[in-house]
């Protein structure tokens, strides 16, 4: 009778510590490792020059690898973006994802070189810039570099794409890559 109740006892103090307990909770989504991103651009004529960043072991480790690129001058470019990790086996294409997350992301494109100017040519539901497809546009030839950032969850109405002053909308960055370019 002793084993009965002690054992009815302990069930009950467990069934009232477990009851109690708050839910677990939830585990954030954590952010997808890009490994690579490749911005490929497109001439009227249908040639194509991609601009790539390879990085497969992460942060740290290996140095990433950079493709520059030579454009032609006085040119107007379709531009679209590829986000892989690569560190997976199959490669996960991670620009769905993004393209799923729009109202989350926004690229933000600026050059060292005043002969270059990248317009978007995507939103996302609430009309406001994507930049996983562009214009990119060159003037007269030159050399310098493009910079490509990829920020999660900005405030995307702090943004001013008139002056692309992109100082203020906050979010973390995601991936951010300077590319050499030539203008010729």
Same mark, same amino acid.
Not at 108 to 113: G, M, N, P
């Given at each position: 009778?002793?084993?009965?109740?002690?054992f009815?006892?302990?069930?009950?103090t467990?069934?009232?510590?477990?009851?109690?307990?708050?839910?677990?909770p939830?585990?954030p989504?954590?952010?997808?490792?890009?490994?690579?991103?490749?911005?490929?651009?497109?001439?009227?004529?249908?040639?194509?020059?991609?601009?790539?960043?390879?990085?497969? /072991?992460? #942060?740290?480790?290996?140095? &990433?690898?950079?493709?520059?690129? @030579? =454009?032609?001058?006085?040119?107007?470019? $379709? *531009? +679209?973006i590829?986000?892989l990790?690569?560190?997976?086996?199959?490669?996960?294409?991670?620009?769905?994802?993004?393209?799923e997350?729009?109202?989350?992301?926004?690229?933000?494109?600026?050059?060292?070189?005043?002969?270059?100017?990248?317009?978007?040519? /995507?939103? #996302?539901?609430?009309?406001? &810039?994507?930049?996983?497809?562009? @214009? =990119?546009?060159?003037?007269?030839?030159? $050399? *310098? +570099?493009l910079?490509?950032?990829?920020?999660?969850?900005?405030?995307?109405s702090?943004?001013?794409?008139?002056?692309?002053?992109?100082s203020?909308?906050?979010?973390?960055?995601?991936?951010?890559v300077?590319?050499?370019?030539?203008?010729?």
């Amino acid at each position: 009778m002793r084993t009965l109740f002690a054992f009815l006892l302990l069930a009950g103090t467990v069934s009232f510590f477990t009851s109690c307990e708050k839910d677990d909770p939830e585990i954030p989504h954590e952010e997808e490792l890009i490994t690579t991103l490749n911005y490929t651009l497109t001439d009227p004529n249908g040639e194509t020059v991609t601009l790539t960043f390879q990085d497969i /072991d992460g #942060d740290g480790g290996n140095s &990433p690898t950079i493709t520059n690129g @030579t =454009l032609s001058s006085n040119t107007t470019y $379709s *531009g +679209s973006i590829e986000l892989l990790n690569e560190s997976e086996d199959p490669i996960e294409d991670l620009t769905s994802e993004i393209r799923e997350e729009a109202n989350d992301h926004q690229f933000f494109f600026t050059s060292s070189a005043g002969n270059i100017t990248v317009a978007y040519d /995507d939103t #996302d539901d609430n009309g406001n &810039p994507v930049g996983l497809e562009t @214009t =990119l546009t060159t003037s007269d030839a030159g $050399s *310098g +570099s493009l910079t490509v950032i990829l920020r999660h969850e900005p405030e995307k109405s702090n943004y001013d794409v008139n002056t692309n002053d992109y100082s203020n909308v906050g979010g973390e960055t995601d991936i951010e890559v300077v590319f050499p370019i030539n203008v010729q």
